[in-house]
Structures are given as C-alpha cells and as structure tokens.
C-alpha cells in the first residue's frame, strides 16, 4: 500500500504551478510507498522498463498493462506490475504527451518506491510490486468540492440525472450532460463490466455524501473517477503544449532560482565584509 499526499512540499508547490502553465497535464494526487529499494538493482532496472513502456506504447493505445520480472526464477521482490491510461477523449498524441510528463513527475516523487502512483487531469500512471491488475478497489484517492448551491432545488435534479448518466456501464469513459450541468466519467481498462459498475456507484455515493451541495465535484477511486460540473460546456479538447515548451518553463523556473540563490550568498559575503 502507498499514501496518497496533497501539496505538502516545495516540489509539490513546483509541480502544481508547473501543470497550471501546461493547462492538460494539472495535478491531481500521487502516492508512493515507504517502501524503498536500493539503486542499481533489478527493482530499478523492472521498474525503469516499466515506465519506459508506458511511455512508448502511449503513442499507440490510451490503456495498457504489464508485468515485469514475475518469472518463476525472479525474485517476488524485484517483480513490478502496472499501468497507465489516459483520458478517453484524447489522442494518442496527447496521450503520448500526458503520459511523459507523468512519469517524469512520478519518478521525482517517488524515487526508488516499490509502489507510486500518479495523476493528471487526462492521465493516470501506477505501478505496485504485487499483482493488483483486474483486481476491484474502491479506495478513495481523491476528492475536491466547489462552494454550495444549497437552495437550487434544480441544480440537484440535473445534476442526479448526469450522475445517473455517468454510473452506466460503458467501454471506458462517458460524457454526460443535462441542461448547464455536465461531468464525465471513467473505470480503469483493467475492470470487467460488473466492477466498473460497483466503481462507478461507489464513486457517485462518495460525491453525494461528500460534496452534498456543491456545484461541482470530483471524486478519484483507485480505479475509476467521476467528476461533474455547472458550466454550460464540456471542452473534449484541452490545448496540449509539448515537452518542449515543459522544459522551457522549467529551464526559466530554475535560472531564476539560481539567480536568487546566487544573490542572496553575493549579499550574505558582503555584510561579512
């Protein structure tokens, strides 16, 4: 098992002011486990293999799934097993984008962790070193809830009818909308029908009791996630920008810190002096 953190460190507070500038790759939660391994080891050499097949296959599909090292003549130790999927609206180009920079973001987190997880608005990444694929797990990871709408009788009604909508056992993710409420939803591609829809229930009961009159609401289960919102639009397509322009900012972020850095020791040697 791993904790789930909020923001709670000064890479934290980076990376969130990070995923604001690149508006599709937002931070959700990550987690990792106390659990560590040591460096130059076949844990890392699995792991490291893992996360660069989240990263090549990202390209190509928005789900998949594997396991590493679990041969018969491999240490149950060093074995990792995991995922990764993005957001059902996506390109594989904009999953392929997504996916990069969370496994960026998940190996800063969580250095030499037996189990991580981490994710972004369009894309989640998880690896463990025990075999959870295709197993049900309502747990909840995250939750987040506007301010109150306590006395718009309407609201609710619309709002129940899009989770209603939302909590139907589909392929994968759905779009649902009635009137200015809308809100999508989305099971992990490693859950059968029937566990997608024990998910998605548990998640909209969480939402209810949770958020109770709050004009939007997210709520992130281990393995699915139902969000809603008042708006009037649902916006399929967030602008993706590239790795490139990521490295940029992060180039400028720490060119400003090393200036500050180097002035702050500038103005400490001349009061000494």
């Not at 029937?194 to 209810?208: Q, T």
Request: glycine share 8%; with cysteine.
């Amino acid at each position: 098992m791993f904790k789930y953190h909020k923001l709670s460190s000064i890479f934290l507070t980076i990376l969130i002011f990070l995923s604001y500038l690149v508006k599709s790759h937002i931070f959700i939660y990550y987690g990792c486990s106390q659990e560590k391994f040591q460096p130059n080891t076949p844990s890392e050499t699995n792991l490291n293999s893992l996360l660069s097949l989240f990263v090549s296959s990202s390209s190509q599909a928005l789900y998949n799934s594997y396991a590493i090292g679990n041969d018969t003549n491999a240490s149950s130790e060093s074995s990792v097993y995991g995922l990764y999927q993005c957001r059902g609206d996506l390109s594989t180009q904009e999953c392929a984008k997504c996916i990069k920079t969370a496994v960026s973001e998940l190996g800063s987190a969580c250095p030499n962790s037996y189990s991580g997880g981490l994710q972004l608005d369009e894309c989640l990444v998880r690896f463990e070193h025990f075999d959870f694929l295709g197993e049900l797990d309502t747990s909840l990871r995250f939750k987040k809830c506007s301010k109150s709408v306590s006395h718009d009788v309407e609201f609710f009604r619309r709002r129940d009818d899009v989770l209603s909508e939302l909590g139907e056992v589909n392929q994968g993710f759905r779009v649902g909308s009635e009137g200015l409420v809308q809100g999508f939803s989305q099971c992990l591609g490693d859950l059968n029908p029937s566990d997608c829809s024990s998910c998605l229930g548990e998640a909209i009961s969480k939402l209810k009791s949770l958020c109770g009159s709050s004009e939007a609401g997210d709520v992130f289960l281990a393995q699915c996630y139902v969000r809603y919102w008042a708006s009037g639009y649902y916006d399929s397509r967030s602008e993706s920008s590239g790795g490139d322009d990521i490295g940029k900012t992060i180039a400028i972020i720490i060119g400003v810190i090393a200036g500050v850095a180097a002035f702050i020791v500038l103005l400490s040697f001349c009061r000494k002096s």
